[in-house]
């Protein structure tokens, strides 16, 4: 994946809209919880928060793609698997390494591949 600026301060905005309502604000949601492990890097309970978002977020991602018979479904199921193994194995405190992966990996996501699916769901 090319590598986006990574917004600061590390929230969502207008250039990420996928043009869905519900992903968009799933999105934000995601921003906001990579945010909140970024200010208290130690808290386990917003890691776990976090973690469950991500799941919930591709879930519903997913079933949309699904539902609209989305060709790129398998390839972009694959992305989110191994996003949610990476997280799955993350315990707090969390290092600068890792919130930069999850910052930086977002916003890749959403922007180059995220981005294909708008009007086709």
Do not use: Q
């Not at 207008?14 to 992903?23: A, D, N």
């Not at 799941?55 to 479904?73: N, Q």
Request: charged content about 25%.
């Amino acid at each position: 994946m090319p590598g986006y600026p990574i917004p600061e301060p590390y929230c969502w905005d207008e250039s990420f809209k996928v043009f869905y309502e519900t992903l968009d604000a799933e999105h934000k949601g995601l921003f906001e919880g990579i945010f909140k492990c970024n200010a208290a890097r130690g808290d386990a309970d917003a890691l776990a928060s976090l973690a469950a978002a991500v799941k919930a977020h591709f879930a519903t991602e997913e079933a949309m793609m699904s539902k609209a018979k989305y060709d790129e479904l398998p390839a972009h199921k694959e992305l989110h698997d191994a996003f949610v193994a990476k997280l799955s194995g993350l315990s707090a405190p969390l290092a600068d390494d890792t919130i930069k992966f999850a910052m930086s990996w977002l916003v890749d996501h959403i922007m180059d591949t995220d981005f294909k699916y708008k009007g086709k769901l």
